[in-house]
């Protein structure tokens, strides 16, 4: 029987699941995988009423934890820079670290993997992308053999779980009140809503199937708040629905990095992944598409990936950070303004004739082409929707084009989303 002793840092939600499911699901961790755990330690600067932690040991000071007599410090506090400080001195201390912290490691991962390596310990982060959703070791052990070329999908829970209710004709603002509620959503969304959660997960998972540094470049990174609700029935009309994308791509030693609302055809497998899944599609040479899909936060799904990461550790101990080993390459970051898409516009336009030929030559003369363009219903406000689907062009030129929309004297208003190719 392999066994490891545990110290656990921070004693919040994730932490407490942990624990939990440690104990909760003992049997069958060792029935699975031939494995014993014992949490040692735990540092929490309060109790936390939703969980008892019995006899185990208590510390206030995070810090003490990592200079316990335990195997593995499994860092649940968070944030960045504590989080920094902690997983490097348990590193120096000659303690492998498992985190759920996709902050710590999308801003400092190649330190910590650098100090892991130089210190021979393992530094694992399954659950810091999609909790329980195994997609570290997906792409770091079971693809291995393959070149990846793109990874795309759905990686927040609470952006999915808040579009899939538009989707079903709800408004923004209640939704995400719901998702608050439900425990979906933050009590401060902004991380989620405006794209950075998503665009951090992205940020790791090109490192691993690309070997990419951490952190990488900056690259666009767009949240959903500027989705209407009628977008979602515009967009049906059309075949489309609506999903906050993270892509990582890469083509001709060149790679693409980006974050942000796109339409995606109704058919296609990430388009009815709904509510809080995560979900990932990536391209690969050997066996073509593979998917993923999985809950993508909570205690249990966390929990599960955690402890993945404690099996990994206990069958294999002696070996450095795995991601230390990779050689790390820096590939020309495509800049954002350079890549082509096709474009969904929503214009408000006064109900009057001479209009769409108004818009029609504007786009001409910007040598845009038109796949569709469709007048609905009137709105009630004497302007009409006028719904527009662009042939591909260069985001370069993108805002200025929504910009001459606007300025076009019967156009009230106007956004866009872009349109991911198949
Ligand atoms: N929640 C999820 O579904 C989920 C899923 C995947 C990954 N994660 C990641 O898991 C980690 C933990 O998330 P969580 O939801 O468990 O957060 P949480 O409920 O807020 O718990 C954080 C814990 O860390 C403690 N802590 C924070 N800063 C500290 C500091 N400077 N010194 C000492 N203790 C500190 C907090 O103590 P106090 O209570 O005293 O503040 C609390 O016990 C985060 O990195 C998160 O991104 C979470």
Not at 217 to 243: L, P, Q, R, V
Not at 270 to 275: I, R, S, V
Request: aromatic share 6%; proline share 3%; net charge negative.
């Amino acid at each position: 029987m392999k066994s490891l002793n545990i110290g656990i840092c921070g004693w919040g939600n994730v932490a407490t699941g942990m624990f939990k499911a440690l104990n909760d699901n003992a049997d069958a961790i060792k029935l699975n995988s031939g494995c014993s755990f014992e949490v040692k330690v735990i540092g929490a600067r309060r109790d936390n009423p939703k969980c008892n932690p019995g006899d185990t040991k208590i510390l206030r000071d995070i810090f003490e934890v990592v200079d316990c007599d335990v195997d593995v410090i499994v860092e649940l506090i968070g944030g960045v820079d504590v989080a920094r400080e902690l997983i490097l001195k348990a590193i120096s201390n000659k303690k492998h670290v498992i985190t759920a912290n996709k902050a710590v490691i999308f801003h400092h991962g190649d330190e910590i993997f650098n100090a892991a390596n130089k210190n021979g310990v393992k530094v694992l982060f399954e659950a810091a992308v999609c909790a329980g959703t195994p997609i570290i070791k997906l792409l770091s052990e079971e693809l291995a053999a393959n070149n990846i070329s793109k990874i795309s999908g759905m990686l927040n829970g609470t952006s999915n779980f808040i579009l899939s209710n538009m989707e079903e004709g709800s408004e923004f603002k209640p939704t995400l009140e719901l998702a608050q509620k439900e425990g979906y959503a933050e009590p401060d969304p902004a991380f989620d809503i405006e794209g950075m959660d998503a665009a951090h997960k992205i940020g790791i998972l090109s490192s691993i199937a690309f070997g990419t540094p951490l952190p990488p470049e900056d690259f666009y990174i767009e949240g959903i708040t500027s989705i209407e609700k009628s977008d979602f029935t515009y967009a049906s009309d059309m075949g489309y629905t609506i999903k906050h994308l993270a892509v990582a791509k890469l083509e001709n030693e060149s790679l693409e990095l980006r974050a942000h609302p796109a339409l995606i055809r109704k058919s296609s497998h990430l388009a009815n992944l709904t509510g809080v899944r995560n979900g990932m599609e990536i391209d690969t040479d050997l066996i073509g598409k593979i998917h993923i899909a999985g809950s993508g936060a909570g205690q249990e799904s966390t929990a599960s990936g955690l402890i993945s990461d404690l099996v990994h550790l206990s069958n294999c101990p002696d070996v450095s950070s795995d991601e230390s080993q990779k050689v790390k390459t820096t590939y020309k970051l495509n800049n954002f303004n350079d890549l082509v898409f096709q474009y969904y516009f929503y214009l408000e336009a006064e109900d009057k004739p001479g209009v769409m030929a108004s818009i029609t030559s504007m786009l001409a003369s910007k040598k845009v082409g038109i796949e569709s363009i469709v007048q609905k219903e009137d709105h009630g406000k004497n302007s009409v929707p006028i719904i527009l689907i662009t042939d591909p062009f260069k985001e370069h030129d993108h805002a200025e084009l929504q910009k001459e929309l606007l300025e076009l004297d019967s156009v009230k208003a106007v956004r866009s989303i872009r349109i991911e190719a198949e």
